[in-house]
């Protein structure tokens, strides 16, 4: 008998903590803020386009966050007129290497880990009064990797919702997310809320974190 063949899918990372938890301090906001001056505009109008794109396909029509991806990667299959989106900012990656390098040193002494494998870094801006719509993350880019959130730009007035529970997330911290209970945001304050994104995974010699990138990131970079 013929049967299927089989597609190998990465393991899902069991968060079993709550909501979220900080596990990281004295990120530079401030430094990273300056980096972030510096990209022109036209780039985070060429993401946002790419990211309105996908959420449209997928039937969202919540368009109050812009982005911009420093390095990430996106497939068509992901929604019916999506097509796949790749970036990889090399040069703007290396200049936030080394505030990247201190938070994600921080979440490797956390759990423990030898290295890990950084597979995508992104900003999202939610504009003033704007939302996020309550959804959990699914896919294997969101759910076989640890999702830090680092406030670069906020207020207490932008609330975080995460199994209906508000929660604050302050700039200068870390937070890791867990993605997998449903989350929605509403920015009530007056200013245009930004946060940058990180997607982390143990690097291990398995076939689920070799050193070739998955067919979701963009290359492999180990820290």
């Not at 301090?25 to 386009?49: F, H, R, S």
Request: charge should be positive.
């Amino acid at each position: 008998m013929f049967g299927r063949k089989k597609t190998k899918t990465p393991p899902v990372i069991q968060k079993t903590f709550g909501g979220l938890r900080q596990i990281a301090k004295e990120c530079d906001y401030n430094g990273i803020l300056d980096v972030l001056k510096t990209v022109p505009k036209e780039e985070w109008d060429k993401d946002t386009e790419a990211r309105n794109s996908k959420a449209k396909a997928g039937g969202n029509t919540n368009l109050d966050v812009r982005a911009l991806m420093v390095k990430f990667k996106s497939m068509a299959s992901t929604g019916k007129g999506f097509k796949d989106y790749e970036q990889n900012r090399t040069e703007l990656l290396t200049k936030l290497d080394p505030y990247l390098g201190k938070i994600i040193s921080q979440v490797k002494n956390s759990y423990g880990y030898e290295n890990l494998k950084l597979t995508a870094v992104l900003f999202t801006e939610l504009k003033k009064g704007g939302i996020i719509p309550e959804h959990t993350d699914s896919g294997p880019m969101l759910t076989t990797n640890h999702r830090i959130h680092v406030p670069i730009f906020s207020d207490p007035a932008v609330k975080f919702t995460l199994d209906h529970k508000d929660y604050y997330l302050e700039p200068g911290y870390g937070y890791e997310i867990n993605n997998q209970l449903p989350h929605d945001v509403r920015n009530e304050s007056n200013i245009d809320r930004i946060h940058m994104i990180i997607d982390l995974k143990e690097w291990k010699n398995h076939w689920w974190s070799r050193k070739d990138p998955e067919w979701y990131e963009v290359d492999s970079q180990k820290y």
